[in-house]
């Protein structure tokens, strides 16, 4: 995997999270792109060099969103390893593929984050779960639609050409 070419698209990613997802969400809803990012990582890519993406990620959203190292760091490298073991069942080059394992990313991530935030601030557990899929549900919109650009930098970002349906 190229790191420089991952360190210019977290970079973009960190900065479009905190100024143009808002615009694009729905309600408090808004598409984590950061997410979109690590699960076409671990779609496409081994998992130590996933995980690594996805937990550095983290870690940037961790230190940008004044919550302190650690939850985000830890959810997205767990997400990060359910998403790579799909590896072999979506096609991350196809919108359809891609958005899947996005939601799936995003709601691995959102969930848990829900629930203890739920729990601690005696919050609606219902309301927490449906809050993390309209995030997951936009986050697995941005990810088809980010399908076909990540497929065509896979060469240069070094992301090892996945396995497709019809070549």
């Known amino acids: 995997m190229n790191w420089i070419v991952f360190l210019i698209l977290a970079i973009t990613a960190t900065a479009a999270q905190l100024t143009l997802a808002p615009m694009f969400g729905v309600g408090r809803a808004a598409p984590d792109l950061a997410i979109v990012l690590f699960a076409a990582i ?3 890519t081994g998992t130590p ?9 983290g870690l940037a959203r961790d230190l940008c969103g004044g919550s302190g190292p650690g939850p ?8 990060a390893l359910l998403t790579g073991a ?3 069942v979506l096609f991350p080059s196809r919108p359809l593929g891609m958005g ?3 939601f799936i990313a995003a709601w691995m991530v959102h969930a848990p984050y829900g629930v203890v935030m739920a729990f601690r601030y005696g919050t609606g557990l219902g309301w927490a779960l449906a809050h ?11 990810g088809a639609m980010a399908a076909r650009p990540f497929a065509r930098i ?3 970002a070094g992301w090892a050409p996945d ?5």
């Open 86 to 88: 799909l590896r072999g």
């Open 100 to 102: 899947l394992g996005a």
């Open 132 to 142: 993390a899929f309209a995030i997951a549900a936009l986050t697995g919109i941005v």
């Open 42 to 44: 671990a779609l496409r």
């Open 49 to 57: 060099s996933s995980c690594f993406a996805a937990w550095s990620l």
């Open 154 to 156: 896979r060469g240069v």
């Open 163 to 167: 396995r497709e349906l019809l070549a």
């Open 72 to 79: 985000f760091a830890l959810m997205f490298l767990f997400s």
